[in-house]
Nanobody, 115 residues
Framework: QVQLVESGGGLVQPGGSLSISCAAS????????MDWYRQAPGKQRELVAG???????SYAVSVKGRFTISRDNAKNTVSLQMNSLKPEDTAVYYC?????????WGQGTQVTVSS
């Protein structure tokens, strides 16, 4: 089992920056992938960014160039630095952890971009 605890999030003005983090604990193997998803009201959950344990990253087109995903393998944490935030980035952001064919979800953290 793997437990995920997210932190960060909150209210930020358009054009501002925010960072959210996720800490994984439990039975963690060396090879895994950590992703950030988001879900806005009335919309489907979508993949925002992902990073493998080897450091390979991927981004949704809508956030590329504005968001940066990073991880600390020693601490089993993943972070998402979000810059130039837009109102359409408003959503609940979820941490996702995948290893050995299983996946685990965090409880979600609210990010609201509004003036």
């Amino acid at each position: 089992q793997v437990q995920l605890v997210e932190s960060g999030g909150g209210l930020v003005q358009p054009g501002g920056s925010l960072s959210i983090s996720c800490a994984a604990s439990g039975s963690i193997f060396r090879v895994n992938t950590m992703d950030w998803y988001r879900q806005a009201p009335g919309k489907q959950r979508e993949l925002v960014a992902g990073i493998t344990s080897g450091g390979t990253t991927s981004y949704a087109v809508s956030v590329k160039g504005r968001f940066t995903i990073s991880r600390d393998n020693a601490k089993n944490t993943v972070s998402l630095q979000m810059n130039s935030l837009k109102p359409e980035d408003t959503a609940v952001y979820y941490c996702n952890f995948r290893q050995l064919g299983k996946e685990y979800w965090g409880q979600g953290t609210q990010v609201t971009v509004s003036s």
